[in-house]
Structure formats: structure tokens, C-alpha cells
């Protein structure tokens, strides 16, 4: 079964750093794109990171600059390191995998709470 | 950037059909795909590409495609198809291709 499993969320201080883990278990993480996606309070949901098969990555203009998606093949696992944090950075964080023939996000984590607050 | 813009709120009666919208720019010739998301929940795809269904959504939940809207129809709605839904394109031809809506909330009256 393909689950995704993120931890790291916390509560930190405007400008400090947080590095975000996303477990795979049933599929390897270089096996197709996966992709960050998070939720604000009350808010929809915001794209942010994407890292294809093949080692591409590309950000929401949001986050470009501060955020950083990479992946450790030999842990099968995904990363979001985020640095110089903002109170609007506060929100859900899902790491999400595509599905093999579309891109769309089939498959979701149940997603880590990060809170920017002084 | 490619926007899509879906309305904040729909509502409807058990058993009716419900119809959520996703307006954008040509969207006919893009792939959308939605999600459900109910409280508390990670997002769940309900369709993809347009109107593909992956294993395990009811047939009530379908979507279509054409100009600049895009539709998720739910038929004979049910209470425990009130979530909130998004729709998604992926734009390949930029930087920062994943683009959601803003999300509708689909209540049942």
C-alpha cells in the first residue's frame, strides 16, 4: 500500500528554519514527481514545490528563494527545508505524489502543522 | 500566472445534483483534476483529467470540459458529500506549473 508520512511541523519564530520529512513506503520517491502543497487556516489550498523524477524542481513565487524541496533516494525520502519563515507561513503541510499517467496529486499525506509565531 | 477561479459556496438538497464550476482561461485545453477535502482531512483526488475517476470514487462524481469551465457534477447527493472541492491544472509551460483554485464549498441542505 503507498503511504505518505510528513513530520517536522512545529512552532517557530518569524525568520528561523524548519526542515520538513515526507516517509514513502510502497513506491521509491525518484519513481515520479512529487509535489508540496499546503493550507493556511481557513484558507484553500496553495501549491508550492515540485521535484520531478528526473531531479527538476520549480516553487510557487511565494516561496522561491526560501524554500528548498529535495529527496534522500536511500531513506525514501522527501524534504522541504524552509528557511527565513514568515507568519504567513503558517499552515498545513501535505507532501503529495502524482499519479504515474497524469499530473494529478494522487496520493497525500496526512500533513504537518507549522506555526510562525513569535 | 494561469488562474482558476471557482465559486466560494454552492448549495443543495439531498438526492439533487450539484454542480461545481472552475472558470479559466482555455481551460478546455488543460487537464483538471478535483479534490475533495472534508474537515480535518488531507485532499482525496475524485477526478482526474478532466473525467477519469480513480478506483474507489462513485460513479455520481463525474467532470467535463470545454471553454473556460470546467465542472464537477455530483448527482443524487448524499450528506457526506458536503466538503470542501478544488480544482487543479498543472501548467508545464511555466516555472510554478501547480495551480489550485480557491476552493468551493459544497453544503447539503
Known amino acids: 500500500e503507498l503511504q505518505l508520512l510528513e513530520t517536522g511541523g512545529g512552532l517557530i519564530q518569524p525568520g528561523g528554519s524548519l526542515r520538513l520529512s515526507c516517509v514513502a513506503s510502497g513506491f521509491t520517491v525518484n519513481s515520479n514527481y512529487m509535489t508540496w502543497v499546503r493550507q493556511a487556516p481557513g484558507k484553500g489550498l496553495e501549491w508550492l514545490s515540485v521535484i520531478y523524477a528526473g531531479g527538476n524542481t520549480y516553487y510557487a513565487d511565494s516561496v522561491k528563494g526560501r524554500f528548498t524541496i529535495s529527496r534522500d533516494n536511500s531513506k525514501n525520502t522527501l524534504f522541504l527545508q524552509m528557511n527565513n519563515l514568515r507568519v504567513e507561513d503558517t499552515a498545513v503541510y501535505y507532501c503529495a505524489r502524482g499519479l504515474s499517467y497524469s499530473y494529478a496529486f494522487g496520493y497525500w499525506g496526512q500533513g504537518t502543522l507549522v506555526t510562525v509565531s513569535s | 500566472s494561469y488562474v482558476l477561479t471557482q465559486p466560494p459556496s454552492v448549495s443543495v438538497a439531498p438526492g439533487q445534483t450539484a454542480r461545481i464550476f472552475c472558470g479559466g482561461n482555455?481551460?478546455?485545453?488543460?487537464?483538471v483534476n478535483w479534490y475533495q477535502q472534508k474537515p480535518g482531512q488531507a485532499p482525496v483526488l475524485v477526478v482526474y483529467d478532466d473525467s477519469d475517476r480513480p478506483s474507489g470514487i462513485p460513479e455520481r462524481l463525474s467532470g467535463s470540459n470545454s471553454g473556460d469551465t470546467a465542472t464537477l457534477t455530483i448527482r443524487r447527493v448524499e450528506a457526506g458529500d458536503e466538503a470542501d472541492y478544488y480544482c487543479?491544472?498543472?501548467?508545464?509551460?511555466?516555472?510554478?506549473?501547480?495551480?489550485f483554485g480557491g476552493g468551493t464549498k459544497l453544503t447539503v441542505l
Open positions: 487543479q491544472v498543472w501548467d508545464s509551460s511555466t516555472d510554478h506549473p501547480g495551480v
Open positions: 482555455n481551460i478546455g485545453g488543460r487537464s
